[in-house]
C-alpha cells in the first residue's frame, strides 16, 4: 500500500461511551456520535499525489464499488483487492458525511477527505469518485463506462431506505455480489481501540494505587 496519514486520533474523542461503539448496540446510542471539522484543505494537486494518474485504457473493464471507507482497515484492502481482480480498473465510490448518516443513522468518524485519501492510498484503487451518490444512476454507468458492479457480504449499519440503490446495475446484468474475505468492520476496529484504551486507563489506575501505597508505607533507610 502506500503510504498515508490520516487523523485517526479523534476516535476516542469520538467514541466517548464504550457502549456507543457495540457492534449489538442500537442506532440511538451510536446517534451520539460527532464528527469534527475538518482542518484538510484539498487541492487537485494533493489529492493527485494519493492517485496513480492512470485512466482506463480503451476497451477496458471497469469494476466499480462503493461504501463509506471508514477507518480504512485490512477488511476493506481485501475487498477492493477482490473487486480490482474482476476488471481491468477499479473505480470505487466514497460516500459523503451526510449520506452516510442517512443511511446508518450515525456518521463515520472520519470525514470525507480523510476517507478518500485512505481509499487512494490502497494499490488496487485506480480512481475514486469522492462524494459519490448512494444509487447507481444510468449516468454513473454511462459516464465512467462501467462494466461490472460490486458489492460485499460484510455491511455495517442498516438502511432506513427501501430503496435499492443497485436496481439498475442489477435490471442491466452487470451487479454482483462478492464475498468479503474478511468480517472485519468500523465498529469492530473502534471498539478494539476503546477497549485497549480502558485497559490502559484501569493498568495505569492499579500502576498509581501501588504506587502510592509504597510511598505511604516507605520507611527510611537511615534513621535514629
Known amino acids: 500500500m502506500k503510504t498515508i496519514s ?3 486520533g479523534r476516535i476516542l474523542q469520538t467514541f466517548k461511551h464504550k457502549e456507543g461503539v457495540n457492534e449489538n448496540a442500537g442506532v440511538e446510542s451510536c446517534d451520539q456520535m460527532k464528527t469534527q471539522l475538518s482542518n484538510f484543505l484539498p487541492t487537485s494537486r494533493r489529492i493527485m499525489q ?6 482506463p485504457s480503451p ?6 464499488i462503493d461504501g463509506a471507507f471508514d477507518l480504512f ?3 476493506h ?12 480498473f477499479l473505480l470505487v465510490g466514497v460516500h459523503d458525511d451526510q449520506s452516510i448518516r442517512e443511511k446508518r443513522g450515525y456518521p463515520p468518524i472520519m470525514h470525507l477527505h480523510e476517507r478518500t485519501l485512505g481509499v487512494l492510498a490502497c494499490r488496487y484503487v485506480d480512481e475514486v469518485i469522492i462524494g459519490a451518490p448512494l444509487e447507481v444512476s444510468r449516468d454513473m ?9 460490486v458489492h460485499g457480504t460484510v455491511v455495517e449499519g442498516g438502511s432506513a431506505s427501501e ?27 473502534a471498539t478494539r481501540i476503546i477497549d485497549n484504551h480502558e485497559a490502559y486507563k484501569k493498568r495505569n489506575l492499579k500502576k498509581k494505587a501501588s504506587e502510592d501505597k509504597y510511598y505511604t508505607q516507605k520507611k527510611f533507610v537511615y534513621g535514629d
Open 59 to 64: 476497451g477496458a473493464r471497469v469494476v466499480y
Open 50 to 55: 494519493f492517485s496513480n494518474g492512470q485512466a
Open 6 to 8: 490520516v487523523h485517526t
Open 163 to 189: 430503496v435499492d440503490p443497485y436496481a439498475l446495475p442489477k435490471s442491466m446484468g452487470i451487479f454482483q455480489v462478492v464475498t468479503s474475505p474478511k468480517t472485519i468492520t468500523s465498529v469492530s476496529v
Open 141 to 149: 454507468i454511462t459516464t465512467f463506462n462501467i462494466s461490472l458492479v
Open 77 to 88: 484492502v481485501e475487498i477492493l483487492r477482490s473487486a480490482r481482480q474482476l476488471g481491468d
Open 73 to 75: 482497515h485490512a477488511g
